[in-house]
């Protein structure tokens, strides 16, 4: 059975870093992406940032140079080492992977991070 669980998360100051963390706690798969979704308060999940299992990486507009992805798919782990933070990047980070096979999308339950002074 996959689970992927988020882990990191909590409340930070503007401009703090925060480092968020994926495992699997599982049994192995092999993903073809990994990567990590957000969903503030009232608002629609969103993609911020993923690593392909050859280490590509794409990050959306609103993160870039400020977030960084790395982890190893292979392993079923991932990060997001977020950086420079400010209150819109509040919300409930997902950790997401992408499979070529059934159940084709696996989800973690999310961890919370709160940014405010």
């Known amino acids: 059975q996959v689970q992927l669980v988020e882990s990191g998360g909590g409340s930070v100051q503007p401009g703090e870093s925060v480092t968020l963390s994926c495992a699997n706690s599982?049994?192995?798969?092999?993903?073809?992406?990994m990567g990590w979704f957000r969903q503030a308060p009232g608002a629609q999940r969103e993609a911020v940032a993923m690593?392909?299992?050859?280490?590509?990486?794409e990050y959306s507009d609103s993160v870039k140079g400020r977030f960084t992805v790395s982890g190893d798919t292979a392993k079923n782990t991932v990060f997001l080492h977020m950086n420079n933070l400010n209150p819109e990047d509040t919300g409930v980070y997902y950790c997401?992977?992408?499979?070529?096979?059934?159940?084709?999308?696996?989800w973690g339950q999310g961890t919370q991070v709160t940014v405010s002074s």
């Open positions: 997401k992977a992408k499979l070529l096979t059934h159940p084709y999308d696996i």
């Open positions: 690593i392909t299992s050859r280490g590509e990486t």
């Open positions: 599982g049994s192995l798969f092999r993903p073809v992406a």
